[in-house]
T-cell receptor, first 118, second 112 residues
Framework: AQTVTQSQPEMSVQEAETVTLSCTYDTSESDYYLFWYKQPPSRQMILVIRQEAYKQQNATENRFSVNFQKAAKSFSLKISDSQLGDAAMYFCAYRSGYSGGSNYKLTFGKGTLLTVNP | DTAVSQTPKYLVTQMGNDKSIKCEQNLGHDTMYWYKQDSKKFLKIMFSYNNKELIINETVPNRFSPKSPDKAHLNLHINSLELGDSAVYFC???????????FGPGTRLTVT
């Protein structure tokens, strides 16, 4: 079974600074997807960024980028120019790339609570 | 405009009652999911349906019964509610062959 580990329960960053959230995962599969989801106090789960395991290029979405190290099974999220609205719980998630039943589920890490200080 | 909607958003009920949560998506997706987020914010899959067929059924008490009348709707019925059922329940949807899942706003269930 796949596992996702987020070793930082809490992080803080100053507004306009850069912060990196860590995520490691364990899998024996070669085809999979990795995600970062954001959950602000409103409770809504918002997809931040997606990475396909077969792509060597790191995904980027505006101020959000990832550092995907497949051999190390590491998938960190970098937030540049942090804004007050970035304050939220961030979840790293894994999904198998194979077809069939439980392969479609997301397996989540325990989350990292990010505080942005003005 | 709402992509994935859930009703109700809040549900407070007493132990032993039966309750339902409804989910609807207008994204044209063919796969829907129920996740449970516990008091420590941990998210775990409960069920998934693809075109009205149950494809994921994790270790969940059989007091929980999902139903999908069509591929745009997925409901969750819970019998004989217990204190430990208190949590936030999220509905999500995706296209089966795509990886991203889009979540509803969640239903906070409180059992007293």
């Amino acid at each position: 079974a796949q596992t996702v580990t987020q070793s930082q329960p809490e992080m803080s960053v100053q507004e306009a600074e850069t912060v990196t959230l860590s995520c490691t995962y364990d899998t024996s599969e070669s085809d999979y997807y990795l995600f970062w989801y954001k959950q602000p106090p409103s409770r809504q789960m918002i997809l931040v960024i997606r990475q396909e395991a077969y792509k060597q290029q790191n995904a980027t979405e505006n101020r959000f980028s990832v550092n995907f190290q497949k051999a190390a099974k590491s998938f960190s999220l970098k937030i540049s120019d942090s804004q007050l609205g970035d304050a939220a719980m961030y979840f790293c998630a894994y999904r198998s790339g194979y077809s069939g039943g439980s392969n479609y589920k997301l397996t989540f890490g325990k989350g990292t609570l990010l505080t942005v200080n003005p | 405009d709402t992509a994935v909607s859930q009703t109700p958003k809040y549900l407070v009920t007493q132990m032993g009652n039966d309750k339902s949560i409804k989910c609807e998506q207008n994204l044209g997706h063919d796969t829907m999911y129920w996740y449970k987020q516990d008091s420590k914010k941990f998210l775990k899959i409960m069920f998934s349906y693809n075109n009205k067929e149950l494809i994921i059924n994790e270790t969940v008490p059989n007091r929980f019964s999902p139903k999908s009348p069509d591929k745009a709707h997925l409901n969750l019925h819970i019998n004989s509610l217990e204190l430990g059922d208190s949590a936030v329940y999220f509905c999500a949807s995706s296209r089966r062959r795509q990886s991203e899942q889009y979540f509803g706003p969640g239903t906070r269930l409180t059992v007293t």
